[in-house]
């Protein structure tokens, strides 16, 4: 994981004075960890929610089981349900979900190990995308974490389009 990524996103959070929530599944809480490595994390990281359970995701982030059962918990919608609910689950401004299957088992030939999907909640706009890492459990983890990491940064530096009055 690199501190560098961190120290970037903390940086820029507090340059937008905004918070950060995560909601974690495959990496266990390691995205956190990353971001309150850092001394005076508290000034931008506002919490993070490790949702490794379907349970879980339902009842603490309000994650509908129905749309679990439909969609199973390595999803698009889940994890933009993830990213959502941990918006309103928190006084953050922004958040980033992961869920995916870390390994080794738990693959299938639609969702093969090291597939994860990415949630991303910024103000009027959520974002998400599907990346499939390689390697052992640690390295799937690990990259997912730096990728959440890096995307989110990228994520915040994108101009804000702004909203339409209806």
């Known amino acids: 994981m690199s501190s560098a990524l961190a120290e970037q996103l903390a940086a820029l959070l507090q340059a937008q004075g905004r918070m950060l ?5 495959c990496t266990g809480g390691m995205i956190s960890a990353a971001c309150t490595d850092l001394a005076g994390s508290s000034n931008w990281f506002e919490r993070g929610f490790v ?20 969609h199973g918990a390595v999803s698009e919608e889940v ?14 401004h922004v958040s980033v979900a992961v869920t995916g299957v870390a390994g080794p088992t738990g693959g299938s030939a639609a ?5 994860v999907w990415f949630g991303f909640a910024l103000p009027g706009r959520l974002v ?5 890492f390689d390697g052992d459990r640690a ?16 994520l915040l530096q994108e101009p804000e389009v702004p909203q339409e009055a209806g």
């Open 51 to 70: 949702t490794y359970s379907n349970e879980a995701k339902t009842e603490l982030l309000g994650v509908p089981a129905p749309l679990i059962a439909r």
């Open 128 to 132: 998400s995308e599907v990346r499939r």
């Open 21 to 25: 929530a995560t909601a974690e599944s």
């Open 111 to 115: 969702k093969p190990v090291g597939t």
């Open 79 to 92: 994890a933009c349900a993830m990213a959502s609910g941990a918006l309103a689950h928190s006084r953050a």
């Open 139 to 154: 390295a799937v983890r690990g990259a997912t974490a730096a990728h959440a990491l890096r995307r989110l940064l990228e």
